[in-house]
């Protein structure tokens, strides 16, 4: 391969003729209920912060989760739907203002049918670095010229000018560090942005780990991280949500129980 040639990766490469299948029928809410419980799993949750919006393709409401609820305790009843302008128009429970970070991304990205918003620990911690990870694994390959960093931290965003003018800032990018606050991730399916949202804490923890060391990591040949980018996003993250839903599928995240 020459100097500089982009090598291949994906499904161009190598495409299995068989994966493991789900085993489960899952309903839209189900299905957001399952990527909460998996999240907060293993470690990308803050409690009851945050937020994953699902904008399904030609709809303007959009399924998010209640304020109140910790991710690991959401059940597909628990499942809100907003309005384009953040109105509840179905669910049982309220949803706060920072739903517009939401919002304001879907009107302007056609791309971005999903949206996840927390604070996982060693994102914070990079973020609170004022800086974007240095990819020193190939999961980092993931987030190649796929990220950006907003380094100022402005308070909650809590209202549509504001969301607006942060989704400005962003662009095209589906991973974005806020400074001292914690991170976003976008995709075109659910489980293209929750394998991002699962893969960035990962990528922040060896990226600090190594910096404790003081010494400089082995730099990555960009053509290979190219080929390892498609081969993640095209083969890797729906194997992935495929496992996540298998193993939490046992779980009840079908209905509340009794007194809520």
């Not at 068989?18 to 293993?42: K, M, N, S, W, Y």
């Not at 996840?116 to 994102?123: D, G, K, L, T």
């Not at 240095?134 to 931290?153: I, K, N």
């Amino acid at each position: 391969m020459s100097v500089g040639e982009v090598r291949q990766g994906g499904l161009k490469v190598w495409s299995p003729s068989v994966t493991p299948p789900i085993g489960v029928d899952l309903t839209e809410e189900q299905t957001l209920a399952v990527a909460f419980r998996h999240l907060a799993g293993i470690g990308f949750a803050e409690n009851m912060a945050g937020h994953i919006t699902w904008q399904p393709d030609g709809r303007a409401e959009m399924l998010v989760n209640p304020w109140g609820l910790w991710w690991q305790e959401i059940t597909s009843s628990d499942i809100c739907a907003v309005d384009e302008d953040a109105h509840v128009v179905r669910g049982r429970w309220d949803v706060t203002p920072a739903i517009h970070i939401h919002t304001e991304l879907h009107r302007v990205r056609d791309d971005a049918r999903v949206v996840i918003h927390n604070h996982p620990y060693y994102v914070s911690l990079i973020a609170a670095l004022g800086k974007l990870p240095e990819l020193v694994h190939q999961t980092g390959s993931l987030f190649l010229d796929d990220m950006c960093f907003v380094e100022t931290y402005d308070g909650e965003v809590d209202s549509a000018p504001r969301a607006r003018e942060l989704a400005a800032r962003i662009g095209t990018a589906n991973l974005t560090i806020l400074a001292n606050h914690g991170v976003i991730t976008t995709g075109g399916t659910v489980a293209e942005a929750v394998y991002r949202a699962a893969s960035i804490d990962r990528v922040c923890k060896l990226a600090y780990q190594v910096m404790l060391t003081g010494r400089a990591p082995t730099a990555m040949n960009r053509s290979d991280m190219y080929g390892m980018r498609a081969s993640l996003i095209e083969r890797a993250a729906d194997v992935y949500w495929a496992g996540a839903a298998r193993c939490g599928s046992g779980k009840n995240v079908t209905v509340r129980s009794a007194p809520f």
